[in-house]
């Protein structure tokens, strides 16, 4: 099981947005960073495990060539690859890299925005490191941009663009189980509820495209080969990555789900939604008859949730 | 973030600002002392509403609106609700406007926020239409403008999808953010809490489309149910109600975006120097209309000019509530208005009057500043064909 620790008071509310959490433990100087979106600026805390320090700072989205910076953050993630440690984000304007402190931009990719806009909004959102050395980010038309990172240094190339969904990706996650047997490394969510399993590599290829009931798929996880989806009907369902099968369905919330997260040994999961409620979920393979169980956990919190205030979710 | 959020934003903060100004119009014609001067009548009431509306929903303004466009900045729009405002023969100053702006919002803060799916803000959106339709129902040319632009929004907006009107909504909670100013509505019935954050009840019907929480369904490979479990929801949740109408006509179901001041019976007392509370259920204007609106009342300066004759001359709006006027009030009318104040509202009668207020008119265009747009040309299109209207 796990607990609630002590709370951190993050200098302003949490934005509107889907997965609005970034979480990197850092180890060896017992630490760990939290990024919480508001509006244009990315809130990060670094907090010491003794729970005794604790230091603020605010990145802005500072996009090269624009004079005034207006764009609007999507997202703030952390990549951790086995060679580095990244901070990605996201916005209107573009994709930003920071080493992980957020104190240098490594990298910058910028969005190709039309001059008078078009109906479609655009925004990039959905962020995931992928195997070694692998970064995708998601765009609004759909597209997934796969960007090539060395171990050092800002020599980071766009490698491939995945062009499959033809909606706005609205999140994606690698597999987080730490198990080298699993096929599938990536899984992408868009707002039609479409979900794309992708192998990573060189060329990324495309294993499954589990079709979506016309809901938006607003959080999705992969582990040990299950897509664990949050909807914006308050739904989470469970499918096998590779076949698509759906192996539980789960009438979770009353409320837009906003955030899932797994803890990748125990198999614990949270999800957070616009109803207010963190709730705990056990998953628990089964491999003989390769069906995954969920059951609902006693505990569920309340969150003080507001319109400012999106509850996110963090599991360690 | 989204391009779609200007036209539903105008819609619904001028909904909100016609709400507020029709409340204070209608409390005119309810004093009956006969103490005061000038009273709105009937037609001077429906006059200002339909030059506010007619501007409001002005074909070519709306038509700016609908351009694919990013959301402007709380100065802009401020600007051009003040500009829409003074459309009428009413005025109001700078410090007013900002009192009033934030009625509004937090208003439609509220309704964005509590709003059950994202497409539920149509809903919401055709709500404020309907009472805007009534409010001008009497002069067809008016509303006939209301009809034409809510066949427009009809369009454009039937074709998104529940994602964009979400990021639609994300647009608007992200512009609302950092906004927690207490209405003592909502603070009484306790939507929100002291501290400015509204709050959220884990009870009542799921929004349509969304299943009663409760349930775990498991499946084997070939997609057979195998196992059903429950689990309790903690919260107290009921099937959906019917889906609302989103054609030109019809019953909407939500409640959100309807005229509160209306429909609130229970009025309580509440002044900023005590927290005494006197409950009392009547029809009279409720709490919003008293406390809210007597405070822009005293941030509202008056246009009285100093040295007249006589009152009748000069254009005044006076909101003023002092304990004096309470008094006289309260020996010249009911109960009621006791606990309200005088509200005075005194419109030209007469030909010298109008006189005066062409030239006071004439003092405020030159007095008004420029406002300045750091945001670049957002709004500045906008606000150059407002001046034409």
Known sequence: MYHKEKSIQIKNSASALYNNLGVLRIAPRRLTYF????????????????????????????????????????????????????????????????????????????????????????FARGISAVRENYICVGISSGAILVFDVPSKGS??????????????????????????????????????????????????????????????????????????????TGQIRLYEAVTGILHAEVKAHARWIYSLDIAPFSGLLLSAAEDSLVRVWHLSMTPETNSVEVTALKTQYKTFLTVDSFPQVLLT | ?????????????????????????????????????????????????????????????????????????????????????????????????DRLYELMVMAFKYQVFLCPRPKDLLLISYNHID????????????????????????????????????????????????????????????????????????????????????????????????????????????????????????????????????LTSVCSRLTFLSTSVTLQTD???????????NLLARLMGSMKAENKPKAETGFRINLFTTDEEEEEAGASCGAEESLFGVINIQAMQDEQAATELARIAGQFAEQQEQPENPSGNKGDDLLAMMDDL
């Open chain 1, 35 to 122: 990024t919480v979106v508001h509006a244009n600026v990315v809130n990060m805390v670094s907090a010491s495990w003794d729970g005794l320090n604790y230091s603020h700072r605010q990145l802005q989205s500072k996009e090269p060539n624009v004079a005034t910076s207006t764009s609007l953050i999507m997202q703030a993630a952390f990549c951790a690859l086995p060679s580095r440690d990244l901070l990605v984000v996201t916005s209107q304007k573009g994709i930003q890299i920071y080493e992980s402190d957020g104190s240098i931009m490594v990298y910058w990719h910028a969005l190709d925005t039309p001059e008078t806009p078009t109906a479609q909004a655009v």
């Open chain 1, 155 to 232: 020599n980071i190339t766009l490698s491939e663009v995945l062009e499959e969904h033809k909606e706005s990706i609205t999140d994606m996650a690698a597999e987080c189980s730490g198990s080298q047997e699993c096929i599938a490394d990536l899984v992408s969510a868009d707002d039609g509820g479409n979900l794309c399993v992708w192998k990573s590599g060189e060329e990324f290829q495309l294993l499954n495209n589990i079709p979506g009931f016309d809901m938006s798929c607003s959080s999705v996880k992969l582990w040990k080969g299950t897509v664990v989806a949050g909807y914006g």
């Open chain 2, 1 to 97: 973030m989204s391009v779609r959020t200007l036209p539903l934003v105008f819609i619904n903060l001028g909904g909100e600002m016609l709400y507020i100004l029709d409340q204070r119009l209608q409390a005119q014609n309810t004093s009956e002392d006969n103490s005061e001067k000038g009273v709105w009548s009937e037609n001077d009431r429906r006059r200002v509403m339909n030059d506010i509306v007619g501007t409001m929903f002005n074909k070519a303004f709306m038509d700016e609106l609908l351009k694919p466009q990013q959301l402007y900045s709380h100065r802009t729009l401020k600007t051009v609700l003040t500009r829409i405002a003074h459309a009428s023969i009413m005025r109001l100053n700078p410090a007013s406007m």
């Open chain 2, 131 to 262: 009472t805007i339709r009534e409010f001008v129902k009497d002069t067809p040319v008016v509303v006939n403008q209301v009809d034409e632009t809510h066949r427009k929004i009809i369009e454009v907006y039937s074709s998104l999808s529940e994602g964009e009107f979400q990021l639609l909504r994300q647009t608007l909670l992200i512009f609302f953010q950092d906004m927690h100013v207490r209405v003592s509505l909502f603070l009484k019935i306790q939507v929100q809490n002291p501290n400015g954050r509204f709050a959220l009840s884990t009870s009542g019907p799921v929004p349509h489309g969304t299943e009663v929480p409760g349930l775990i369904r498991t499946f084997d490979s070939k997609g057979r149910e195998v196992r059903r479990s429950e689990f309790p929801t903690g919260g107290s949740y009921s099937s959906p109600i019917r889906e609302g109408c989103f054609e030109l006509h019809g019953d909407r179901i939500i409640r959100l975006g309807l005229n509160m001041y209306v």
């Open chain 2, 283 to 293: 029809d009279t204007p409720n709490l919003l209309a008293k406390e809210e609106l």
